[in-house]
């Protein structure tokens, strides 16, 4: 318990410094036109219409503004920190002190090319304590399927992250092959840094996006063309039009006729971080689970064991290994959206009698041919993708 407490202390410590801080910018940001208003009144003592005329436009803007800009505010702060929609329903009064998201910063040898063998597996350690608690207690921990974080459900409860039907889908897939995100890895969003937080609130702020609300066709679609006419400034091809309809329909895979805002962001997320930085720097975002599972599906398309595999195999990784597919109830009634390569003892792979791998071409055909390092600057970006909990496709592959 004393270990449960100093850490929470910590938390609560490094919270109220970032409040310190934010607060501290915030006078910051009123102190110019403090400063200016003073300054002007000194050179013009006269100018009475003037000062009328200031006060008559303050007095239009302030009455029917404060709420909805409080509100607003509120959101653009909770996107600037990571911290995602706040839930509506929850009970407070016992609640954990929710965690301090640190951003990510770049190091000077993130772009060069990372060292990761394909012969040389990697040992896959889980921790022992729950990352919330720090207690023990064996075989209650969910295990996280990207990172080596361990959780008891009911830490999770208390945090706010584990709501209604979201823990029904966490006892039974976390021990499975499916496998659970936990909040760290489940949101793309945290894998920006705080410069390219800014760059990416300034393109919602510019396309009058409203922070955690939801976009409909429509929406995205206007949203698509007016970056795209920033960026380029040239209307949008019709063809990538189309494109962004069908992103559209892949995070939409329950046909609502909308997309949640957290699927919007992390596809918004991923699509910056293809911009902006290069395939090395992304490689270094992977974790031991994610490289190992990429070994295994480069070592199940390279059937000659030449290391080498072909450019369409390639794909056919990337449209079935590294993206989310839709959710299916099986028999035994346990919902599984599958990411990463199938074994043969898991209940999909009895489908149709066939393992993924028989599925497969078994010679290659005349085309360019991929080693492991370009299969993995080729898929490193639907490998994260892959990430979230929820059955949206936040990278659609190309056809």
């Known amino acids: 318990m004393g270990v449960l407490m100093s850490r929470r202390q910590t938390v609560e410590r490094v919270q109220k410094v970032s409040l310190a801080v934010s607060a501290f910018k915030d006078g910051l940001r009123e102190q110019p036109s403090t400063r200016r208003r003073a300054e002007a009144g000194t050179a013009r003592q006269g100018t009475l219409e003037q000062e009328v005329q200031e006060g008559e436009e303050e007095a239009l803007a302030g009455p029917s503004q404060p709420e909805e800009s409080t509100a607003s505010k509120a959101a653009w702060e909770r996107l600037r920190d990571g911290r995602g929609v706040e839930p509506e329903e929850f009970d407070r009064a016992n609640r954990f002190t929710p965690p301090a998201f640190i951003r990510p910063k770049r190091e000077l040898h993130d772009d060069e090319p990372p060292d990761i063998s394909l012969e040389q597996r990697e ?18 921990l969910f295990p996280c399927r990207i990172c080596h974080r361990v959780y008891h459900d009911g830490c999770l409860r208390r945090m706010g992250y ?11 897939t976390a021990h499975t092959e499916t496998g659970w995100s936990c909040y760290y890895c489940d949101n793309l969003n945290l894998l920006l840094t705080e410069e390219e937080m800014y760059s990416l609130m300034e393109t919602l702020r510019n396309c009058k996006i409203i922070p955690e609300s939801c976009l409909t066709l429509d929406d995205f679609l206007h949203y698509k063309h007016q970056v795209h006419k920033q960026q380029f400034e040239r209307t949008m091809p019709e063809a990538q039009e189309e494109q962004a309809a069908l992103q559209f329909n892949a995070l939409d895979p329950d046909k609502k006729g909308h997309i949640e805002w957290q699927d919007f962001l992390s596809h918004e997320s991923i699509q910056l971080l293809q911009k902006i930085r290069p395939q090395n720097a992304l490689l270094r975002l992977l974790t031991p689970k994610e490289r190992e599972r990429a070994r295994t599906a480069f070592l199940a398309l390279d059937q ?5 595999i072909g450019e ?3 794909r056919q990784a990337r449209h079935t290994w590294f993206r ?7 028999s035994c009634n346990v919902s599984i959206s599958h990411v990463g390569p199938i074994s043969e003892g898991s209940p999909a792979s009895s489908r149709n009698g066939k393992s993924p791998e028989k599925i497969l071409p078994a010679t290659k055909q005349e085309e360019t041919s991929i080693d492991w390092p370009g299969f993995l600057r080729e898929n490193v970006a639907y490998i994260l993708a892959a990430r979230p909990n929820s059955a949206a496709l936040h990278l659609q592959p190309l056809a």
């Open 123 to 140: 040992e896959i350690l889980n921790d022992e304590m729950c990352e919330i608690c720090e207690v023990w207690t064996a075989e209650s």
């Open 162 to 172: 584990l709501q209604k039907d979201s823990a029904v889908e966490v006892t039974e």
């Open 304 to 308: 000659d064991h030449d290391g080498f």
């Open 312 to 314: 369409g195999e390639c």
């Open 324 to 330: 989310k597919h839709q959710k299916e109830m099986l």
